[in-house]
């Protein structure tokens, strides 16, 4: 039975996998009706996730939407009381915002700053746009299709930035850091948390930030999540 799956308990390593429901009484992945009739389990399995979390498109990222929706906000709440802002009036950023969740939660922190949230998903955007609608409108939140890799604002833009569950989705981490910290003024403090179901941490993430020019750097553990916070540096 093509695209019915049911989440099973995540492995040791804090993945979650799936599998098929067959004749189980589970209710159906939102993702039910795709991809069509003839796909492997595996490739169905592997298609989905890739749709749902990493390029979120079509039915699976729908459905990613929800799913994040509905499980974001521990980590989003976490992430953004690690970063610590002082100041009502910071410009922060927030990368890969996914649904929006972080956003809302970063301009609830900012009551006189301003959210810029930068994500490629259209998926995202729309789902972002509509829980974020007043923030926008009132011009205290903006909402850009963008990569990590090639941020479209210049130098010194931002007093801080936070990602959740997508720094290991880049297609090259070290270059999206570098260009992270082009847009952050000197001595901004950046967040980048995973929880489990994302797959937790990339190995060596702290040598990655200190390559792409990061000081203080420190890792901290929430529950079963992970997150590293990190400070612009000198380096150049
Ligand atoms: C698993 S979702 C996490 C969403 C959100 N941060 C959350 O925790 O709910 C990953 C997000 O990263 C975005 N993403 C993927 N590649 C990206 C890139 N190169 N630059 C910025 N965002 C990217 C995806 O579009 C997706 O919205």
Known sequence: ????????????????????????????????????????????????????????DGRPGEAGARLMARTGQPMARQAAALLAIDDPAARILEIGFGPGIGIATLAEAVPRGHVTGVDPSQVMHRHAERRNATAIRDGR??????????????????????MIDNLHFWPDPLAGLTELRRVLRRAARVVCAFTPPSGGPPRGIKDLFARAGYAEIATHRRGPGFLLSAVTGDAT
């Open 1 to 56: 039975m093509a695209g019915r799956c049911r989440p099973v308990k995540p492995t040791a390593a804090g993945r979650r996998r799936f599998r098929p429901a067959g004749d189980r009484p589970d209710p159906p992945c939102p993702a039910a009706t795709w991809p069509p009739s003839g796909f492997s389990q595996a490739g169905v399995a592997m298609c989905d996730m890739y749709r749902m979390f990493v390029h979120p």
């Open 141 to 162: 939140v903006t909402l850009v299709e963008a990569h990590a890799e090639d941020l479209p604002f210049p130098v010194d833009s931002f007093d801080a930035a936070m």
